[in-house]
């Protein structure tokens, strides 16, 4: 069996730091906010060359209190992709504000530029780009329209990891960045973890009070916070991960390279440009007949997944916003979707072989 992920093999290589840092952890008694958050937050912005990195308990955590660190009118419409996880759509709705879906593109699965100003209203006041798979969005037309109508820039960098967009990295493209390490991420932590990068002081400086109940100072509460700490273990870990991530990065990029030179036609893959170093979080081709694909390969001893089998507008927690609304791009790419496998724990042998199987389909 080719599994689409086996994480207890892409920690392997890990596991004895992980045991002695875990022995370091206990002896010490310090379990939140210690030092192992600083050195994690400390590194994770030297490696981006932001100023401030804020570690925080999860992804939505992290796009929820970015957002809320603008500090926008009650109400304000954001700009998302209608194809994105339901968390960046969540993240705006708990921020107080209205999601405006706006359709991908179908080459890059990501927002498409060119549709971004037929949503904008008076009311609009952020765009919150999601680098979908592994791939940036292309950054510089949506910078541009932001700047001419004065809205903020907001990044959901969870599947893109060391992923660069004309050479500079994502997290570093917009006002703030926001970023998840759950388990199956390139950069994943042993449980829930997330972090936000921005280069303002005052956003960082409020960020850090924010997920700390609103405290700068113990039992002092300067506004109305949330308890989101980044878990001090979990920052441990990821602080021994971080260093090999540029090798993470070049094995997917190893395995996406076999299926890019070897599936045959029939299948839809991803773009490639010179412009956009993807990172391949999630290796997805299209095909017309998914569902049967995806069973073939499973019947063949190959795991799949798909990201993701329901458009937003579809989910029943989101009717309210999006109820007889059709997104007709988003809903053909969630209907032919399929992730392969694309992971640390795959080598050569294991793409090929599916490979072999995906071109006898």
């Given at each position: 069996m080719i599994p689409y992920d086996q994480l207890s093999k892409v920690n392997l290589p890990y596991q004895a730091d992980f045991e002695q840092a875990f022995r370091d952890f206990l002896e010490k008694g310090w379990y939140i906010m210690g030092e192992g958050l600083k050195k994690f937050e400390s590194q994770l912005a030297d490696y981006h060359g932001s100023k401030h990195a804020i570690g925080v308990a999860n992804g939505l955590d992290a796009l929820i209190l970015a957002i809320k660190v603008l500090n926008l009118p009650a109400g304000s419409e954001i700009i998302v992709p209608s194809n994105t996880y339901i968390a960046s759509i969540l993240a705006i709705i708990h921020a107080g504000h209205q999601p405006v879906m706006v359709e991908p593109s179908l080459q890059t699965y990501n927002i498409d530029p060119s549709l971004i100003e037929a949503s904008i209203t008076p009311s609009t006041k952020a765009i919150l780009v999601v680098h979908l798979y592994g791939k940036c969005c292309d950054m510089d037309p949506i910078n541009h329209i932001a700047q001419k109508h004065?809205?903020?820039?907001?990044?959901?960098?969870?599947?893109?990891?060391?992923?660069?967009?004309?050479?500079?990295?994502?997290?570093?493209?917009?006002?703030?960045?926001?970023?998840?390490?759950?388990?199956?991420?390139?950069?994943?932590?042993?449980?829930?973890?997330?972090?936000?990068?921005?280069?303002?002081?005052?956003?960082?400086?409020?960020?850090?009070?924010?997920?700390?109940?609103?405290?700068?100072?113990?039992?002092?509460?300067?506004?109305?916070?949330?308890?989101?700490?980044?878990?001090?273990?979990?920052?441990?870990?990821?602080?021994?991960?971080?260093?090999?991530?540029?090798?993470?990065?070049?094995?997917?990029r190893d395995?996406?390279?076999?299926?890019?030179?070897?599936?045959?036609?029939?299948?839809?893959?991803?773009?490639?440009?010179?412009?956009?170093?993807?990172?391949?979080?999630?290796?997805?081709?299209?095909?017309?007949?998914?569902?049967?694909?995806?069973?073939?390969?499973l019947e063949n001893g190959v795991g799949t997944e798909i990201h993701y089998p329901i458009a937003p507008n579809h989910q029943k927690a989101l009717a309210p916003w999006f109820e007889g609304r059709s997104f007709p791009i988003s809903e053909e790419i969630h209907a032919t979707t399929l992730s392969l496998p694309c992971s640390a724990c795959h080598d050569a042998l294991d793409i090929y072989r599916v490979i072999e199987l995906m071109n006898a389909f």
């Amino acid at each position: 069996m080719i599994p689409y992920d086996q994480l207890s093999k892409v920690n392997l290589p890990y596991q004895a730091d992980f045991e002695q840092a875990f022995r370091d952890f206990l002896e010490k008694g310090w379990y939140i906010m210690g030092e192992g958050l600083k050195k994690f937050e400390s590194q994770l912005a030297d490696y981006h060359g932001s100023k401030h990195a804020i570690g925080v308990a999860n992804g939505l955590d992290a796009l929820i209190l970015a957002i809320k660190v603008l500090n926008l009118p009650a109400g304000s419409e954001i700009i998302v992709p209608s194809n994105t996880y339901i968390a960046s759509i969540l993240a705006i709705i708990h921020a107080g504000h209205q999601p405006v879906m706006v359709e991908p593109s179908l080459q890059t699965y990501n927002i498409d530029p060119s549709l971004i100003e037929a949503s904008i209203t008076p009311s609009t006041k952020a765009i919150l780009v999601v680098h979908l798979y592994g791939k940036c969005c292309d950054m510089d037309p949506i910078n541009h329209i932001a700047q001419k109508h004065g809205l903020a820039v907001i990044e959901d960098g969870a599947q893109s990891h060391d992923a660069r967009y004309k050479g500079r990295l994502a997290g570093t493209l917009g006002d703030l960045a926001a970023f998840s390490f759950y388990p199956s991420k390139n950069l994943g932590a042993l449980g829930d973890a997330g972090a936000i990068l921005t280069n303002e002081d005052v956003y960082a400086t409020s960020l850090r009070s924010m997920r700390n109940y609103g405290s700068h100072q113990k039992y002092q509460n300067d506004q109305v916070g949330f308890n989101s700490r980044l878990d001090e273990l979990q920052a441990i870990f990821l602080s021994i991960k971080l260093p090999y991530l540029a090798a993470i990065t070049a094995h997917k990029r190893d395995l996406a390279g076999l299926y890019l030179s070897n599936l045959k036609s029939d299948f839809i893959l991803p773009v490639v440009d010179v412009d956009y170093e993807d990172v391949y979080h999630i290796f997805n081709i299209r095909h017309p007949r998914r569902d049967a694909l995806k069973a073939y390969l499973l019947e063949n001893g190959v795991g799949t997944e798909i990201h993701y089998p329901i458009a937003p507008n579809h989910q029943k927690a989101l009717a309210p916003w999006f109820e007889g609304r059709s997104f007709p791009i988003s809903e053909e790419i969630h209907a032919t979707t399929l992730s392969l496998p694309c992971s640390a724990c795959h080598d050569a042998l294991d793409i090929y072989r599916v490979i072999e199987l995906m071109n006898a389909f």
